[in-house]
């Protein structure tokens, strides 16, 4: 393998790596990991939802996690094309989330949609510079209380933050 292919398998591990740390950072409400995940400059256009800076839908997104039980948010089909110091993506993004309704029933709601991403590499970090969302579908239901309790914690006191890191 040539040095050139060699540096883009690793720029597409790197990309794929923070775009988990970007549902992490979602589903554990980490703040400074979220951040990390856009560069300070970086924009974020999510539609009728937000535009405005990356850091800013972060803690904008926060703030309507907050009022929920339970959220997990998951990727798939990530596409990445390097060219140099800077990248594009395309993955696509499946949310669900748990919250109470105002007369206390349990509701679900799922939400499906995709992030293309441009991505620029800076002092040996890779990190999205604009990030377009574009949503696909989403439903509200009633669900029935969960048969096992919910494990996890949704910030810094989760078990996986145990773990050792790479």
Known sequence: MDETAFAELLAKQAITEQLYRYCRSMDRMDNDLGRSVFHADATADYGGMYRGTGYGFIDFVYGAHAGMLAHHHQLGNILIAVDGNRAYSESYVT??????????????????????????????????????????????????????????????????????RA
Request: charged content about 30%; glycine content about 8%.
């Open 95 to 164: 949310v669900t989330f748990r919250r109470r309704g105002e007369n206390g029933a349990l509701l679900g709601m799922s939400s499906c949609g995709r992030y293309l991403d441009r991505w620029e590499k800076r002092a040996d970090r890779w990190a999205i510079v604009d990030r377009l969302y574009l949503h696909l579908t989403d439903e509200s239901y009633p669900v029935a209380d969960s048969q096992f309790p919910t494990t996890g914690a949704r910030d810094r006191t989760d078990p996986s933050y145990e773990l050792p």
